[in-house]
């Protein structure tokens, strides 16, 4: 074939062709293939993937001239001869079953030149991305981590690996800019598309245009780097719906990655420190020779680099050609002072500068600057971090301290998800070169020393009249003669620091009429000075834990003080002045010397909101309407009674308490435990040593009277409680979660009737305790009541949903869980659905812990202790034939200084019996005079007489000090789970009938015989 050469022109046609009907057929027929060829070259170029071949083209020339031709010419001399028309429908025959009309149309999307990146990080991020991209059809994919963390850098590797497949489709690399606007990203789209022509200002044609161009290119893969803001892809002109587009983002923000409905989202965390080491040396030059002591000073420097890729790569590069010991230095010195420089980690600085920008608001932009008052690497307590906006006042105009945690916790959530701080265990940290970022910021403004532990504070050039924040936490001691005149200075911390006891002198408070926050928490203090009473700005006075401190200055004068912690000051006696500051909101005095407040104070304090006292008066107490936080002591359950009542009216107001309620006249209970926040939303009562009466109120005799409940209580304790038979009359209890019950000498059942009859605590025929429902309550002990007999009596209708642990410890009397007597409620729910744990202990008359009938109701029991308990006989008592295996579930049984007792437990999976002076057979076949039955694991039909027991489950078997124990069962216990067996002072035990089946000389356990 002619590869499209150009045709001449055919001037001298005889006068017959043009008179040949067959010959006009065949021009029409080339016209006609013409057209669709044209049809096809324009489909093709919407895909911007395909181009026509040079072939085409040149046969499209020749068919256009020998148009042209016909055109300059009469039809009889265009149709004079047949060759040119039948030599172009040949080539276009010949065209279409060749090669085709197109080829590839080189695309301008090449790789992208790849950073250097090392280690195990790295390569597992990049295979956890292409794993997801490859096995989705259409996906949305985040990555998101800190500026400099490599996020970039994993994209560019992954875009030109996918260029390298074949199958893969299409990938576009766009990035957003940090001020981009819908058309400045559809231009960037349509660059990338090769799309020449979008309309100028009609954002919704041009997103048309593109979206129907990603439609018929097919398969593509979008990569959006540095996203900084959520956007709609479908008003950008991305269809993110159709089949075979994906996407994937890379931000600094978690935030940014949920708004855009990622469906899965990839945190970039930095480099181990290893990692971080082997690429410094890939950029410094692994042909470069260091010494000793310059390797040992690269691992301190990799250190202060944090993991951080960008940091790394920057300060290798600057190392380069640095061959003396002293440049070295310098560089950690630099580093660990967070002042490199323009030319090399300030740009690293302003880069991650980038994301606090970007927090916008101003508020939280001086939150973030606050968490960087903490020393380097420490692990902040969130709600200290709240309680400092609080006191900075960052978190204003919120009348309630609730609010303003909630206020609080909003901000930190910001932070994290801007990357700016790291979340661990509900303790925040900042990655050490944003710390070194928000330093940067503050520098000029700050006096930062936290955790160098510095001998003095930094001398008095370095206190400008600019400063206004100060952080010397962890400091030695203070200059004597030091005034420093700082008339901006807001917040200053000293918190764990003058660690020799030593004072502060009186002419350091002189000239800081501006501080608003002043903490010296555990500060070795012995006294504070007397310029503390001039601060009148002062809005926090924090001393907690200062144990040397004796004395504090008067009060009076500070009017806007809102805050004084002087919790666990054991040696202070006195506050003077308190009583005149009107404005004070937080006030924490437990763990101190004073007792209670002078009497009348509370009643000038109306705006605490948060009160921390070793006693207090009911009468005063209930005036403090803006009270939220209360952690006290009453001394009489009269006072404890009017504050319930009071905090029963709230309901839009919630209170929060740790409170401990006792007689006087029963002796004297030092409270123990305080200390909690409002962070803890703890609702917690102690009753120690009370006389509780059944009558609902004072007896006259002075025996007792009703303890009022708070119905929002969490937790409660109540030790020596007298009087009481059951708890019903202590009302529903729904909110209750944790219950612990000690030393009641008259507490027969926890809830319901004894016996026979329900009980009538109130002594009177027609009334009927009020039912305790305890929905909440995940955690129940009770312990030394002598007459307690059940946990839950004769109750038609009761359940314990989340109910998850159960322990009763030294109850002589105790004879169930249950009253025997009592059949389960049928066709119901299980009573106990969530019940994990029960142990029992020092129950001497206890002969079963559970009744088979009621094993229905324990559907999720995985753990039994059983230890003392003399007459233990059965875990399970009287098992009944009919019940199936899977209804006996627990996984670990444990028993101590007990006697003989059989096991109905097939999913055991751990045994210990320890110090059971009785037990001669650890597995009985009788138990009760009756015949112990266990469904056989060949056809699950229930057997009297075996050959063996199986316990299927059973991986461990522990036996130790059992003196009597001759026999483990009669017939042998098939036990192809175990994995340990210790078997220690054991004498009369001659024979260990345990069977297993070993596959392999690995599945052989761990056997310890003594």
């Known amino acids: 074939m002619n590869k499209g050469a150009p045709i001449t022109s055919h001037q001298n046609t005889s006068n017959n062709f043009g008179e040949s009907s067959a010959s006009k057929r065949k021009l029409e027929l080339l016209y006609s293939k013409e057209a669709i060829v044209r049809d096809e070259l324009k489909f093709a170029a919407s895909l911007f993937l395909k181009k026509p071949r040079m072939e085409v083209v040149n046969w499209l020339v020749n068919v256009e001239k020998l148009r042209d031709d016909c055109t300059e010419a009469t039809s009889e001399d265009c149709l004079s001869s047949n060759q040119p028309v039948d030599i172009l429908l040949h080539e276009v025959d010949l065209m279409g079953r060749g090669t085709g009309l197109f080829e590839a149309r080189e695309t301008k999307v090449k790789e992208l030149l790849e950073n250097k990146m090392v280690g195990e990080t790295f390569w597992r991020n990049t295979s956890e991305i292409l794993e997801y991209l490859v096995g989705n059809q259409k996906c949305r994919l985040g990555i998101y981590g800190m500026g400099g963390v490599g996020k970039t850098t994993i994209m560019v590797h992954i875009q030109n690996k996918l260029l390298k497949e074949a ?65 709609d892809l479908k008003e950008v002109g991305i269809p993110i719906e159709s089949n075979g587009i994906k996407l994937v983002l890379t931000t600094r923000s978690f935030k940014v990655c949920s708004q855009m409905q990622c469906e899965k989202m990839i945190k970039i965390e930095p480099l181990f420190h290893r990692e971080a080491e082997s690429l410094f040396f890939e950029e410094f030059g692994s042909k470069v020779a260091l010494n000793l002591d310059n390797k040992t000073i690269v691992k301190s420097i990799v ?133 070194d970022m928000a330093l940067h910021i503050m520098s000029a403004t700050s006096i930062v020393k936290a955790g160098k532990w510095l001998r003095t504070i930094p001398p008095e050039e370095h206190w400008t009249d600019a400063l206004e924040k100060v952080s010397l936490m962890e400091i030695e001691e203070f200059s004597l003669n030091m005034s420093p005149n700082c008339p901006k200075l807001s917040t200053f911390l000293l918190n764990t620091s003058l660690l020799r006891d030593l004072f502060i002198p009186d002419s350091f408070f002189k000239h800081l009429w501006g501080l608003k926050v002043l903490n010296l928490r555990g500060c070795r203090l012995r006294e504070l000075p007397d310029s503390i009473s001039d601060l009148v700005n002062l809005t926090a006075l924090l001393l907690r834990g200062c144990h040397k401190l004796h004395r504090i200055p008067h009060l009076g004068k500070l009017k806007s003080l809102r805050k004084l912690d002087i919790s666990f000051c054991v040696r202070v006696e006195a506050l003077e002045g308190l009583e005149m500051l009107v404005n004070l909101r937080y006030l924490d005095m437990i763990a101190t010397r004073i007792e209670r407040l002078p009497k009348g104070a509370l009643g000038a304090l109306l705006n605490l909101q948060y009160l921390g006292v070793r006693q207090v008066n009911g009468e005063e107490i209930t005036k403090l309407w803006a009270l939220e936080t209360l952690i006290c002591c009453f001394d009489n359950v009269d006072d404890f009674n009017k504050f319930v009542r009071v905090v029963s009216k709230r309901e839009n107001n919630p209170c929060y308490y740790r409170i401990t309620v006792h007689q006087k006249d029963l002796g004297v209970v030092k409270p123990t435990g305080f200390g909690v926040l409002l962070r803890d939303c703890e609702r917690s009562v102690n009753i120690l040593r009370s006389i509780v009466s059944a009558k609902g109120e004072s007896n006259g005799s002075g025996c007792g009277i009703c303890i009022l409940i708070p119905q929002d209580v969490r937790n409660l304790k109540a030790w020596c409680c007298d009087g009481a038979t059951n708890l019903s009359d202590m009302g529903p209890l729904e909110k209750l979660e944790e219950l612990q019950i000690r030393f009641w000498s008259n507490l027969r059942v926890l809830c319901g009737g004894q016996d026979e009859e329900v009980i009538d605590i109130h002594d009177s025929p027609t009334r009927t305790p009020t039912p305790l429902l305890l929905r909440s309550l995940k955690d129940l002990e009770i312990s030394c009541c002598p007459k307690l007999k059940y946990l839950i009596g004769h109750e038609p209708k009761f359940s314990l949903p989340h109910l998850r642990r159960i322990r009763i410890l030294y109850c002589e009397e105790m004879v169930g869980i249950t009253v025997a007597a009592t059949s389960p409620p049928l066709y119901s729910p299980p009573a106990f659905p969530s019940l994990k744990e029960i142990k029992v202990e020092g129950c001497g008359k206890m002969k079963r812990v559970v009744e088979s009938k009621w094993l229905p109701h324990f559907p999720n029991l995985r753990r039994i202790e059983v230890q003392y308990c003399n007459n233990m006989e059965e875990i399970i008592g009287g098992l009944a034939s009919y019940m199936s295996v899977e209804e006996i579930s627990p996984e670990r049984l444990l028993v101590e200084g007990c006697h003989e007792l059989p096991l109905h437990l097939q999913n055991l999976q751990t045994i210990q019996v320890i110090g059971c002076e009785g037990m001669a057979e650890l597995i009985s076949e009788v138990g009760q005079g009756q015949e112990w039955s266990m469904t056989t694991p060949v056809n699950n039909t229930p057997s009297s007489s075996q050959s063996s027991i199986s316990l299927p489950e059973l991986n461990s078997l522990y036996l130790h000090s059992l003196p009597q124990l001759k026999s483990l069962c009669e017939v042998p216990i098939t036990c192809n789970s175990m994995k340990n067996l210790v078997v220690i002072g054991c004498p009369e035990l001659n024979r260990i009938p345990v069977e297993l089946q070993l596959h392999d000389i690995e599945d052989l356990p761990y056997i310890e015989v003594e």
């Open 303 to 435: 250190k202060e680099c944090a993991g951080l890729p960008l940091a790394v790569i920057t300060v290798a590069r600057s190392m380069r050609g640095a061959t003396d010991d002293f440049e070295w230095m310098d560089c950690l010195e630099k580093l660990r002072e967070s002042d490199m420089g323009q030319t090399d980690m300030e740009k690293v600085l302003k880069k991650l500068e980038f994301s606090y920008n970007y927090l916008g608001d101003h508020v939280i932009q001086q939150c973030f600057l606050s968490c960087a008052l903490y020393p380097e690497d420490e692990l902040i307590d969130k709600f200290e971090l709240i309680e400092l906006f609080i006191d900075q006042g960052l978190i204003v105009r919120l009348n309630t301290r609730e609010k303003q945690y909630a206020r609080g916790l909003t901000i930190l959530n910001k932070l994290e998800d801007a990357c700016l701080l790291e979340n661990h265990e509900g303790k925040m940290k900042m990655h050490d070169l944003i710390r």
């Open 167 to 231: 199958n893969y489709g299409n990938v576009l690399w766009i990035t957003v800019s940090k001020d981009f606007n819908t058309q400045t990203l559809q231009d960037a789209i349509a660059e990338e598309l090769e799309l020449d022509k979008l309309p100028k200002k009609d954002v919704r044609k041009r997103a048309a245009m593109l979206c129907h161009c990603f439609k018929k290119r097919g398969k593509s893969t979008v990569i959006l780097d540095d996203v900084w803001e959520n956007f």
